[in-house]
């Protein structure tokens, strides 16, 4: 069995699905997906057991991406995004070493897209260190599975 080395798992974003971009100089990336359950007992329920439902799901995702000083035409620059926006996000395997920079999208069952608003974005500039864009987004609507075309 093979592992899938971080570089080969992308977060793209775009306006629709037409335009995503892989996000240029990504360091970093989640994906987290949550379901919300809460408890459904009453007074009524038999046994000792407490009965529990999903009552809503959610998602977010979070990347980092160091801040570049020259646009790069074919990656979404981090820093250049806008707060409170709704954005395509697409989570996706790339080809490795076969692929442009980790940036083309393999078939498999690890991909899923969705809408999400850019709710916040840190830009740090430590001296002399590496200046980076933290973006985290909220999912507004489903997340679902997807296959890129060949």
Known sequence: MATIKGQN??????EDDEHLQC?????????HVVANIEEDTTKDTEDDWLIKEVTG????????????????EDAASADLLQVGLEYVIRFSQTAGAAGEKNRDAIA??????????LGDMALTATNREQSTARLNFTGSADLTQYTPSE
């Not at 996000?23 to 990336?29: D, E, G």
């Not at 799901?57 to 790069?72: F, G, P, T």
């Open 57 to 72: 799901l959610s998602w977010d995702v979070q990347a980092e991406a160091l801040i570049l000083d020259e646009a790069d």
């Open 23 to 31: 996000i240029a100089a990504a360091t970093n990336c989640v994906v």
């Open 9 to 14: 798992l992308r977060i793209l974003v775009g």
């Open 108 to 117: 498999n069952e690890m991909q899923w897209t969705g809408k999400a608003i």
